[in-house]
């Protein structure tokens, strides 16, 4: 059946919830405040050598009497969250004969661990995204010998994981070719179901609404990135029959403009390309197409299996619990794809690109419990350009 074009009134989403709450980000406040000693560093305590202000953070380390390896310095609470949230902290950072400093992000370990040198203030910009519900943690500390740093103006934001809500039983709009099926939401553009007619599975349930793509930008002083979350997307058209869709949208905050393409095939898989045409005065840095958002094909979510692209592909029993990954193709992934299967099989994504542009593969918990799967191209579209995103390929399996 085919269903007639229809031209939308522009219906946004929810817009998501940046929050900001981060004490003593600027290091004013009097005393050492919320900035905690962790391990047996020598000093951690407010300096006058500032970046912004009258203060900054002082930390010295001497590298001895260290607990849980090398590590000693200051931490900072950042706050509960939950799994799939987005954790953004960037800040100014200035070390002595430009010793590399350690930055970790997790619960109660590093989950993600950056080493960061510069000479004279330097900016640091670190993403995590939480694997787990939890309170997270920074901490800042030396490398593997004795430093001494100092910091300052941190930023704090935060990405929640987009809760899109219901697409009307009206607006729901049904792709299939083979096995695959997937349903959309005809008033936004969002994906809201996926499901396996071959073993009756439904893999991600069907009428919630989960985002298609994201973008990233230079911030405006090119010094960073900014993402731009699905929720700020507009649907201006959408034209859907059984095994095609063609969702256009806007951005209107940075005026840009983004096409959309999904075709169904008989063995099961489905092909996105999309085209972005750069209508602000930045930088687009990535593009995310397809989101692959709150999948559990398994009737038992400890029975998931992820195969992932490290090596010759790394097999992660219980990725739930494992955290998944997140991983970079070309780089230190050998393979653009990943396989996430249950008992009766599950869903497969791969990019498939001819100028192998560098790919980011995440696969990574979500509440239910569920996955997140998504592929993102590195790119660099100017203001003005147009470009195409090859083809990326989820298939049911
Ligand atoms: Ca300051
Ligand atoms: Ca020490």
Known sequence: MRLP?????????AVPSWSADFADADMELPDRGPWAIYGTPVAVEKSTFARGGTQSLRVVTDNQDTMGGNYEGTSHNLGQFEAGDVLHVSFWFSARE???IVVGMGRTSFEDRWVLSGTDWTAADLTLRCAQAGNYNIWLSQEGSATEFFLDDFRFEVLRRPQLGTAPEAERATLAGGPLRLTLCKQTGALAGIENTATGEVYAP???RQPLFGLELLTA????YETIPFTEARLTKVDATQGRAQLDFEVPSIATTIV??????ADGSASFTGTVRNGSQRTITAFELPMIYSVCPAADPAKLTLVHPYVCGQIQPDPIKAGGFRTLYPGRAVMGWMDLSGEWGGVYLATH?????????????????????SLAKEIVVKPGETWECPEAVPRGA
């Open 260 to 265: 959309v393409t999904i075709a169904m095939h």
């Open 206 to 208: 069907v009428g919630a």
């Open 353 to 373: 690109d001819k100028e192998s542009l560098g790919t980011r593969l995440l696969a990574q918990p979500a509440p239910g419990p569920s996955f997140d799967l």
């Open 221 to 224: 002083d090119g010094r960073g």
């Open 5 to 13: 074009l229809a031209v939308l009134a522009p219906f946004a989403l």
């Open 98 to 100: 430009s010793k590399p």
